[in-house]
């Protein structure tokens, strides 16, 4: 068998990265690189071709999923002609939908991948982009009044108005999947909802 062409290494590399996005957000990233490897069509053996641990492709994988988020949040920035309580609204509305609950493989890595990145040894790379995802996504869901008023993250514009809209957020979104099933599951989206809406 040949040697596999250089456009088609990077193709397999992307390929385990967006299996692994999803499956890691799905399942956890406990998921082993042989089911990780067959979910993206691939040999186990190429995995070793293209990573040089399990360790680096979560340290890919996390930073990945978090310039999605930064993509995503930008666009919806767009779609709205830069009106920033509009864009926020909008990702409220997605964010506590069903849909969202139903579907953590392309769902918010805040809340998939928290509990696996806090079991992690600190120093690790994952950790830091984490942490600094979450300050982004904090300061992308702040009040308007909270960003005019150059509150901040840890160094990244948000303050405390972010971090609670943001910790609702997360926190609902867990929650109704943890209840899924029960009618509880829904009413706390819509707490979360109104609460986040009511306020502000």
């Known amino acids: 068998m040949g040697r596999v062409s250089q456009a088609q290494a990077e193709e397999n590399r992307r390929r385990v990265v967006d299996t692994a996005s999803r499956l890691f957000r799905e399942q956890g990233t ?32 996390t930073a990945h999923v978090f310039d999605e988020i930064a993509r995503r949040n930008a666009a919806g920035l767009e779609r709205h002609d830069g009106q920033r309580d509009a864009a926020q609204r909008a990702l409220i509305d ?9 579907n953590a493989a392309d769902g918010c890595p805040v809340a998939a991948l928290a509990a696996d990145i806090a079991r992690g040894p600190e120093g690790r790379e994952a950790r830091r982009t984490y942490a600094k995802g979450v300050a982004d996504f904090a ?7 909270a960003v005019a008023g150059g509150e901040g993250v840890s160094g990244v514009g948000g303050g405390e108005g972010g971090l609670a809209r943001l910790c609702t957020l997360v926190g609902a979104l867990v929650l109704s ?23 502000g």
């Open 177 to 199: 999947r943890a209840t899924h099933g029960s009618p509880l599951s829904e009413e706390i989206l819509a707490a979360a909802h109104a609460a986040l809406t009511e306020a």
């Open 139 to 145: 300061a992308f869901v702040a009040p308007a009044e």
């Open 30 to 61: 406990h998921v082993s690189v042989a089911d990780l490897m067959k979910a993206a069509g691939l040999t186990h053996g190429a995995f070793y071709k293209q990573f040089a641990s399990k360790e680096a492709l979560v340290d890919e994988v």
């Open 94 to 102: 997605a964010y506590l939908s069903v849909e969202h609950r139903d």
